[in-house]
């Protein structure tokens, strides 16, 4: 059964940075690309990010490139965002999940995900 468990959230202010981690289990994850999503209340869920199953390649939203940076260890089945210079538009629950490559569709169940609140 496959499990992914977000973590690394919490509540910061605006400029301040935070390094999300999620970690996969229950199947291979090292031949599949991975993606961040976020969902802010009363929003859908969005991509945030998506990373190639290789790691060479990284697609990301407009509202978040140039300060989130999306990584993989495929040795621990982890894949990470690490952002910066966070602003309040940026508050939502974040999770991960696999994608299909060009797809913003989540393969498996989501986890609980992990907050990010942003206060100005």
């Known amino acids: 059964q496959v499990q992914l468990v977000e973590s690394g959230g919490g509540s910061v202010q605006a400029g301040g940075s935070l390094r999300l981690s999620c970690a996969a289990s229950?199947?291979?994850?090292?031949?599949?690309?991975m993606a961040w999503f976020r969902q802010a209340p009363g929003k859908e869920r969005e991509v945030v990010a998506r990373?190639?199953?290789?790691?060479?390649?990284?697609y990301y939203g407009d509202s978040v490139k140039g300060r989130f940076t999306i990584s993989r260890d495929n040795a621990k089945n982890t894949v990470y965002l690490q952002m910066n210079s966070l602003k309040p538009e940026d508050t939502a629950v974040y999770y991960c999940n696999a994608v299909r490559p060009g797809s913003t569709m989540g393969l498996f169940s989501w986890g609980q995900g992990t907050q990010v609140t942003v206060s100005s």
């Open positions: 229950g199947r291979t994850f090292s031949n599949i690309a």
């Open positions: 990373i190639r199953w290789s790691g060479d390649s990284a």
